[in-house]
């Protein structure tokens, strides 16, 4: 069982950059595929990057590619996920999920997820 927590979302600014971290109990992350989703309101929640498993290369959605980046600290168990350059497009709720399988864009093969965390981009 892997236990999720979400940190770092909030409210900027158009063209500001957040940092969320997702923070796993359990286990380790080392043999976890790690994703970020986000959904925003009346929209279907969405694949954002992820981080492969066992030191794999990540990947990302065309929408955010070049101005997120997604990175593991495995001693300290912790993905993060840098955004900059952010957009009132990015508002949704983001949230963290861990895989098994070496890459997947699908939510559904993700096993677990984290409560996730509000990021407001204003105009």
């Known amino acids: 069982q892997v236990q999720l927590v979400e940190s770092g979302g909030g409210l900027v600014q158009a063209g500001d950059s957040l940092r969320l971290s997702c923070a796993a109990s359990?286990?380790?992350?080392?043999?976890?595929?790690v994703g970020w989703f986000r959904q925003a309101p009346g929209k279907e929640r969405e694949f954002v990057a992820a981080s492969r498993r066992s030191g794999g290369s990540p990947y990302y959605a065309d929408y955010v590619k070049g101005r997120f980046t997604i990175s593991r600290d495995n001693a300290k168990n912790t993905v993060s996920l840098q955004m900059n350059s952010l957009k009132p497009e990015d508002t949704a709720v983001y949230y963290c999920s861990a895989s098994t399988s070496w890459s997947s864009r699908s939510q559904n093969a993700y096993e677990y997820w984290g409560q996730g965390t509000q990021v407001t981009v204003s105009s």
């Open positions: 359990g286990r380790t992350f080392y043999g976890y595929t």
